[in-house]
């Protein structure tokens, strides 16, 4: 009889600490999506959780801030992608250079005596013989 009654308390702890486990599970489920109307970019970002739905909603500027924040390191790696573009305009040298890393990027932009120089910095650097470089001729009226 003891040993019946033992195997039954077992039984019944095993059974409430299971039950207990399978409540704290939560079912999240986040949907992104971005339409552009217009010109007018768009954010909706659904989150369901347990059944529960809010949806955020974000637009213009905010929408593309929103979206890179989230974006921000996913699926991305470390990779940094630099063009340059070289264009003459009107004899003078200009130079523009687009960096991008996880997502993010950045355009500088160089004319005259700085553009030569900047041009040099990037012959010298390491790895420029990788190096891509489109030179334009440009003449404005």
Known sequence: ????????????????????YAQEKKNIRK??????ENGVKTLYVTLTEDGKVTEEVYTGEEAETKLAEMMDGRGKTDEIKKEIEVEIIDGEKV???????KGKMRKEVY???????????????KGASQMKVE???IEEK
């Open 95 to 101: 130079v523009t250079i687009i960096t991008s890393r």
């Open 111 to 125: 004319t005259g005596k700085d553009a030569e120089a900047k041009l040099e910095e990037l012959k010298e650097a």
């Open 31 to 36: 949907e992104v999506r971005m339409e552009d």
């Open 1 to 20: 009889m003891k040993n019946i009654l033992t195997f039954i308390t077992l039984l019944t702890i095993c059974a409430l600490t299971t039950n207990i």
């Open 135 to 137: 030179t334009k001729q």
